[in-house]
């Protein structure tokens, strides 16, 4: 199979300060990799396309200034969350396809809680 | 853009007994429509997929099925046991890029 890894698994922050999180594929290339944000009892929601090479694809309603998405190489895509602010405490996970449509492989997940 | 219902959000069924999710999407163009499992607090894992040009697709426990004409698909768990417990999301996805838009999710418990 394919491995995922995201980093941090957890973090706690300060308002108003930024964290990022990680998003790796271990033993593949990812030329698309997908944030998606969970709160607690709910659904994935993709907030954005994170494509190799350029700018990320935000969605409906998801701040392209507040989750800065970073897809520097075939492996690795950033989430920086900016300005953290108490909402936006939740589950941050990433995914990532070898090659589509086909099996999309998930990170661990980072839960993010914002003081 | 694509929608996907999923139903019901909650199930509950005795062990040894089957259970069935359904889902719904808009959007016709919709090709890849997987099924995942999610363990509370860990990552959703792929239990199952289909393509739009598949109508059954089996594996041991667990089948899907998909309509076409009418937009929907559906879980099948036969002889479920209580590690069948968790959230199950189907999702769609739409185009060459591959975002899938997933369901509410349902919680399956299995009462042994």
């Known amino acids: 199979g394919a491995v995922v890894s995201q980093h941090p698994s957890r973090v706690i922050c300060k308002s108003g300060t930024s964290v990022k999180i990680e998003c790796r594929s271990l033993d593949f290339q990812a030329t698309t990799m997908f944030w998606y944000r969970q709160f607690p009892k709910q659904s994935l929601m993709l907030m954005a396309t994170?494509?190799?090479?350029?700018?990320?694809?935000?969605e409906q309603g998801v701040e392209k200034d507040k989750f800065l998405i970073n897809h520097a190489s075939l492996t690795l895509s950033t989430l920086t969350v900016t300005s953290a602010h108490p909402e936006d405490s939740s589950f941050y996970i990433c995914s990532a396809t070898k090659g589509f449509p086909g099996e999309l492989f998930f990170g661990e997940g980072s839960r993010l809680t914002v003081l | 853009g694509e929608n996907v219902e999923q139903h019901p959000s909650t199930l509950s069924v005795q062990e040894g007994d089957s259970a069935v999710i359904k889902c719904t999407y808009s959007?016709?163009?919709?090709?890849?429509f997987p099924w995942y499992k999610q363990e509370l607090g860990k990552r959703p894992q792929l239990i199952i997929d289909i393509r739009s040009n598949v109508g059954e697709k089996k594996d041991q426990r667990i089948a899907v099925t998909l309509n076409k004409t009418a937009k929907h698909f559906s879980l099948h768990i036969t002889e479920t046991q209580p590690e069948d417990s968790a959230v199950y999301f189907c999702?769609?996805?739409?185009?060459?890029?591959?975002?899938?838009?997933f369901g509410k999710g349902t919680k399956l418990s299995v009462k042994p």
């Open positions: 999702a769609a996805s739409l185009g060459s890029q591959g975002n899938l838009i």
């Open positions: 994170s494509n190799e090479g350029s700018k990320a694809t935000y």
């Open positions: 959007d016709s163009a919709s090709n890849y």
